[in-house]
């Protein structure tokens, strides 16, 4: 059994920073890639960032040049720096954890983003 625990989420004003947190452990071999989706309300659940173990990265667009995803390999732990956050990244954030075939999904942490 895999458990994906987040943390790092809550409230920040427009323009602000959070840093979530993610970790996986159980019975892991060897974890592939980890990253972050998000889900906002009314909305279809979208990837934002991955990161695989030899470090390629991908970001959606929307994200690009104000999140930073990384990894701590030795402790299966994967983080997402977001900076000048908007309006529009509210929503649920859920780390993943694909140790192939297999992806594990955390709980999810909510963002909000608002004065």
């Known amino acids: 059994q895999v458990q994906v625990v987040e943390s790092g989420g809550g409230l920040v004003q427009p323009g602000g920073s959070l840093r979530l947190s993610c970790a996986a452990s159980g019975s892991i071999f060897s974890i592939y890639a980890m990253g972050w989706y998000r889900q906002a309300p009314g909305k279809q659940r979208e990837l934002v960032a991955t990161i695989t173990r030899g470090g390629t990265i991908k970001y959606t667009d929307s994200v690009k040049g104000r999140f930073t995803i990384s990894r701590d390999n030795a402790k299966n732990t994967v983080y997402l720096q977001m900076n000048s956050l908007k309006p529009e990244d509210t929503a649920v954030y859920y780390c993943?954890?694909?140790?192939?075939?297999?992806?594990?999904w955390g709980q999810g942490t909510q963002v909000t983003v608002s004065s």
């Open positions: 993943v954890a694909t140790e192939p075939p297999v992806t594990y």
